[in-house]
């Protein structure tokens, strides 16, 4: 008997959580270590816990393939490639087991020849391989491509798929897809159980020029393309399309994508996810997946997004969530997502620089509590509804020399303890920049073709330095918020300041009017009084004389 002390550690870990979760088999019917079959243990359908609730999660631990003896169904087949043989298993039994030389990396074709038996795995044109089984690596090296295999066609009936277990692949040239037999095409059948490429546990998956299409659905392990527990390696030039997720990592580390297409997925284009670290993300591009193109959850860090463009997708571009933290975003085009273009949930020492957002509800947004230490700097911002938006938990931005053109309502809406706004350059909309607390310090902006040019609510504490507003209706309108100036900014408008929507003697003080006194307020009101009569017609109050006033 196959003794669980055998498998390598990370997957005993996941034999144990299965044992408390009910997964493992019970009385004299079972062998102690053997998984019950699907239609005894797993195949209820329990709703997602994650961040969207509309999935619905099927557990599902497709490694039963491996275990032997075990009284399993007869559908329960396994290749298994070692690195001097071949193994058979069928129905939980060892059927065969095929010696061959020792060697440091297999092909394909070799591991089909060895099997000689076209039930399971067999080529029914050149280059064209169907695959009516499992076929796990473990501890060995396969190579799968060109010149002899060009396409494999995974069947779709239960347990069909492509692993490995501490063991390395690399497809070269290849296309993977799923197989209706029945309709002679790949598979569209989400509620089927898909088949998949899973790597896990220190391995080792490579691709270059090829394709995986078709594959995965919403059970545990089997999304698509996926990269598990300690797995590594490099993706170029290579396309994910329809899959449940286009590609997916779970603890992985040091993976690179370059150059990669993923397109018309169920949910996500390129789905890291938890404890996944060290990630290069280079020159891809995503369009027409159900979600995000881009998603980073739950502890993706010290990673790189740049130079890719993510369009046309179901909600947003590019999303960094739950301590998704110190990771840059750089020099992407996103554009003209159903919702967002650029979210941060809850991560934080994140820099997002030189990117280009257009065409979303809000361009570039962070809120959540831990999303903290944020730059964004150097972006290019058009035709959004709101510019840059940080609120709900958000704190320590700063906003440095973007520039925001074509906004429909608010260049920069920011609500949160402490930020900074350094050279924004605002061409267009109803709002400039709209505080709604904190303590902000806004030096150096230009902001023209405005209804308003800075607006300051009751809650907010602004510093001014500097710069130059040129509004339709209020420079810089302020309720009873603390603002103070340290450097006037030139500003062009009907009426240059307010409190409270009205005509005010410039900005008071650098705290509140209170600490003005009530004998500087007589003052103001003799000056406003004396402005009047000599300037009739013109917005009343005395201001800078560098202001001018457009009325």
């Not at 080529?123 to 089984?133: H, K, L, M, N």
């Not at 924004?424 to 902000?440: F, K, M, Y």
Request: with cysteine; charged share 20%; hydrophobic share 40%.
């Amino acid at each position: 008997m196959t003794k669980l002390r055998r498998l390598p550690a990370a997957l005993l870990a996941s034999l144990a959580v299965a044992a408390g979760l009910g997964l493992m088999g019970a009385g004299p019917a079972w062998a102690p270590d053997c998984y019950r079959p699907d239609e005894l243990g797993d195949t209820v359908f329990h709703p997602y816990q994650g961040s969207d609730a509309s999935r619905v999660r099927q557990p599902y631990i497709p490694w039963r393939v491996l275990l032997a003896p075990c009284p399993f169904p007869a559908d329960y087949r396994a290749v298994i490639v070692e690195p001097a043989r071949v193994l058979l298993h069928e129905a939980g039994q060892v059927v065969r087991t095929v010696p061959l030389p020792l060697a440091e990396e297999r092909r394909f074709e070799e591991v089909v020849a060895a099997v000689a038996d076209p039930s399971w795995v067999g080529e029914v044109e050149p280059g064209v391989f169907v695959v009516d089984t499992a076929v796990v690596q473990r501890g060995s090296t396969m190579v799968v491509g060109e010149p002899a295999v060009k396409e494999l066609r995974l069947t779709t009936r239960p347990h069909v798929f492509l692993g490995g277990l501490q063991s390395t692949v690399r497809f070269e040239g290849v296309t993977v897809t799923s197989w209706d037999t029945g309709a002679g095409g790949p598979d569209g059948n989400l509620d089927d159980g898909r088949p998949f490429v899973l790597y896990r546990d220190g391995s080792r998956l490579d691709a270059a020029r090829s394709r995986f299409e078709n594959l995965g659905s919403d059970r545990s392990e089997a999304y698509g393309v996926a990269w598990r527990s300690g797995a590594t390696g490099t993706v170029v030039d290579s396309t994910f399309a329809r899959n449940f997720f286009g590609a997916y990592l779970f603890e992985a580390d040091a993976v690179e994508f370059r150059g990669n297409v993923f397109r018309d997925n169920v949910r996500y284009g390129l789905d890291p996810h938890d404890h996944t670290h060290n990630l290069v993300i280079e020159d891809n591009e995503a369009f027409g997946n159900g979600t995000h193109g881009f998603v980073f959850s739950d502890t993706v860090t010290a990673s790189v997004l740049r130079n890719n463009r993510s369009h046309h997708n179901g909600h947003n571009g590019i999303v960094l969530h739950q301590d998704s933290s110190s990771n840059v975003v750089e020099g992407n085009l996103v554009e003209d997502n159903a919702h967002d273009g650029i979210v941060l949930i809850g991560s934080g020492d994140v820099r997002i620089a030189g990117n280009t957002v257009r065409g979303h509800e809000v361009g570039i947004r962070v809120n959540g509590a831990g999303s903290e230490r944020i730059l964004v700097e150097g972006n290019v911002l058009e035709g959004n509804g709101t510019g840059i938006q940080a609120y709900d938990g958000a704190n320590a931005v700063t906003l440095r020399d973007n520039t925001h053109r074509g906004t429909t309502g608010v260049a920069v809406s920011l609500d949160m303890p402490e930020a900074a706004v350094h050279g924004e350059r605002v061409e267009g909309g109803r709002t400039g920049i709209d505080l709604l607390s904190g303590a902000v310090r806004v030096e150096g902006t230009q902001i023209s073709g405005v209804r308003d040019g800075i607006v300051a609510r009751d809650a907010a504490r602004a510093e001014l330095a500097g710069g130059a507003i040129q509004a339709l209706r209020f420079g810089v309108r302020a309720g009873s918020a603390s603002v103070s100036v340290v450097g006037e900014p030139d500003v062009d408008a009907p009426r240059p300041y307010s409190w409270q929507e009205r005509p005010q003697a410039g900005i008071a003080g650098r705290t509140e009017l209170g600490y003005v006194g009530i004998a500087a307020v007589m003052v103001a009101v003799a000056l406003h009084l004396l402005s009047w009569r000599r300037n009739r017609g013109l917005v009343s109050g005395p201001v800078p004389a560098h202001v001018r006033n457009s009325a």
